[in-house]
C-alpha cells in the first residue's frame, strides 16, 4: 500500500529570525514511516523540521510552514491508501510577518494570531484513502479524540497524552488508545515507539483489507 505519513511540528514565522512552534519531535510519526516501509509498504513522509535521520526507502518531503504542509498533503493524497496525520500542526500563525526583524523595545509587544487551516478538516469527504488522525490531549483524552474523530471526519483516530512526562511527546516511549468510527477501541500499552508504530501499521492494515472485503463482498 502506498502511505502518506505527516510528522514533526510547524514553524510559524513571526520575523526573518522567529518563529512559533511546539515541542513535537517528530520521533512517533517517522516510526511509523519505518514499520510502514519494514512492512513493504511504500512511504511518503512529509517533514516538519526535526533532528532525525531520514527513514531509508522513503521519499521525505521538507516543510516548514502548516500552509506548506497544507499544500503537500492535499497534492500527495491524490495517490494514496492511507493518510496518517502525526504531525503536530500549530493551530495559530501570526497575521502579518515583519519583513524585518523586530526590534526589542522597553514596551510590552503583542502578536495578533489567526488560526491556520485545518488539514485534516479540510479533506473531501468522499476518498477513496484511509485518514487516520492522531489526538494530543492533556486531559479527557478518550472523549476529545472522540469528537475529533467526529469532527475531522477521520475513519480512525490515534488518542495520547501529551501531560504525561514518562512517555509521549519528546520521549522515546508512548502508549496510545486508537478509535474506530464503528465504536470500537483499541490500546496499546506503553512501549518504545518503534513498538507502537509496528502495532499501529498492523492496525491500518486491519482495517484496509476489512475496507475491501466489505466493498467486494
Ligand atoms: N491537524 C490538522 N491541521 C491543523 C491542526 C491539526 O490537520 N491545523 C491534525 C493533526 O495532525 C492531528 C489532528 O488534527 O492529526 C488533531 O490535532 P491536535 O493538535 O490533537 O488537535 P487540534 O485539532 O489542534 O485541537 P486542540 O489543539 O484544540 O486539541
Same mark, same amino acid.
Given at each position: 500500500m502506498r502511505f502518506l505519513i505527516t510528522a514533526g511540528p510547524t514553524r510559524e514565522p513571526i520575523d526573518p529570525v522567529r518563529y512559533l512552534s511546539n515541542r513535537s519531535s517528530g520521533k512517533m510519526g517517522y516510526a511509523i514511516a519505518e514499520a510502514a516501509i519494514d512492512a513493504r509498504h511504500e512511504v511518503i513522509l512529509i517533514s516538519g523540521p526535526v533532528d532525525i535521520d531520514r527513514p531509508r526507502g522513503a521519499a521525505v518531503i521538507p516543510i516548514s510552514t502548516s500552509d506548506e504542509m497544507f499544500g503537500a498533503v492535499h497534492q500527495q493524497t491524490r495517490n494514496c491508501d492511507v493518510l496518517v496525520m502525526c504531525a503536530a500542526v500549530a493551530d495559530y500563525k501570526p497575521a502579518k510577518v515583519s519583513k524585518s526583524k523586530i526590534k526589542k523595545r522597553d514596551a510590552n509587544l503583542s502578536l495578533e494570531l489567526i488560526p491556520t487551516r485545518d488539514i485534516l478538516a479540510s479533506?473531501?469527504?468522499? $476518498?477513496?484513502y484511509l485518514v487516520v488522525g492522531f489526538a494530543a490531549e492533556t486531559e479527557n483524552v478518550e472523549a476529545n479524540a472522540h469528537k475529533k474523530l467526529e469532527e475531522k471526519h477521520c475513519d480512525v483516530i490515534v488518542a495520547n +497524552?501529551? %501531560? $504525561?512526562? +514518562?512517555?509521549?511527546?519528546? %520521549? +522515546?516511549e508512548n502508549e496510545v488508545t486508537i478509535l474506530f468510527r464503528n465504536g470500537e477501541k483499541k490500546e496499546i500499552s506503553r512501549a518504545p515507539k518503534e513498538i507502537v508504530a509496528r502495532e499501529l501499521i498492523k492496525i491500518f492494515e486491519n482495517v484496509c483489507e476489512k475496507r475491501l472485503t466489505k466493498k467486494i463482498a
Open positions: 479533506l473531501p469527504k468522499n $476518498r477513496q +497524552d501529551v %501531560s $504525561r512526562t +514518562d512517555f509521549g511527546i519528546e %520521549s +522515546d
